[in-house]
């Protein structure tokens, strides 16, 4: 297992897609930053710098791309029979793949987070106070970090929906474009879940419902909207992801290879 592992995060460090990935969310994260520097008036660093300089909307792109890819495209150049020809079994393949792409998740925030400090002390410096209390008893830096928390779990929700999507698919780009698809199909109708969710209340437990888990962490009268307490929306989105992962372990161990 250790040995597969090494085999991915192997394969992971040297494609170079994962050096496109880190450069291109650096680039993006500075447009925004210096786009906030030149146009205060129209993007305001204050916010930006709550959301990582929008750095966390990327990441959740950039590991949809690479969760789907994990996957499905061993199925599209047939490299799945090579693993399970030698003496790993199927479900060691598929979890040293879950295990990669979480280091990889995680090495991204990690990025995101360092660059995000970077760049409020190279350009907003004497903009705004990281260390000044804000309504809900927190600093602008415990804010950062309470939110980049709650993107994470809800960004594993995400993944682990896409990565069950990757196991039925053999086409990397049909996996990763369906995964997409579904991240702002959920964005659509999360305004249109809270209208259902007062009409019936039992439909709080939704999967997209938990992605609200983020917002409640930072701003508490979200609870009004969710119906749940932030510690049952972390418990919701870690039963989803268990769920999620273990029928994409049953489909990956029952198909055709």
Not at 15 to 44: C, E, N, R, V
Not at 64 to 93: D, P
Not at 102 to 114: E, G, K, W
Not at 218 to 238: A, F, I, P, R
């Amino acid at each position: 297992m250790v040995t597969l592992i090494n085999q991915e995060l192997f394969k992971l460090m040297h494609k170079k897609s994962t050096y496109f990935a880190t450069i291109l969310l650096i680039g993006l994260m500075s447009l925004f930053a210096g786009l906030a520097k030149a146009y205060p008036k129209y993007f305001d660093a204050k916010s930006l710098f709550s959301s990582n300089f929008t750095g966390i909307e990327w990441i959740v792109f950039l590991m949809i791309a690479g969760c789907g890819a994990i996957v499905s495209m061993e199925f599209q150049y047939g490299t799945v029979k090579e693993l399970l020809y030698r003496k790993y079994n199927r479900g060691q393949v598929i979890m040293s793949k879950w295990i990669t792409m979480f280091f990889y998740s995680v090495y991204l925030y990690v990025l995101s987070f360092v660059w995000t400090l970077i760049l409020k002390v190279a350009l907003f410096s004497n903009t705004f106070d990281l260390a000044k209390v804000g309504r809900n008893g927190h600093t602008l830096l415990e804010n950062l970090g309470i939110t980049m928390g709650g993107n994470f779990i809800g960004l594993w929700l995400i993944l682990t929906l896409v990565l069950l999507l990757a196991t039925l698919f053999k086409n990397a780009t049909v996996a990763v474009s369906v995964g997409i698809i579904g991240y702002f199909a959920s964005s659509i109708v999360a305004s249109l879940m809270f209208m259902l969710i007062a009409k019936w209340e039992w439909l709080k437990w939704n999967p997209i419902n938990m992605l609200n888990l983020s917002s409640q962490v930072v701003d508490s009268s979200y609870k009004v909207l969710t119906k749940l307490s932030v510690e049952q929306l972390v418990w919701g989105n870690l039963g989803y992801i268990v769920v999620f992962l273990f029928f994409g372990y049953l489909i990956f161990k029952k198909r055709n290879v």
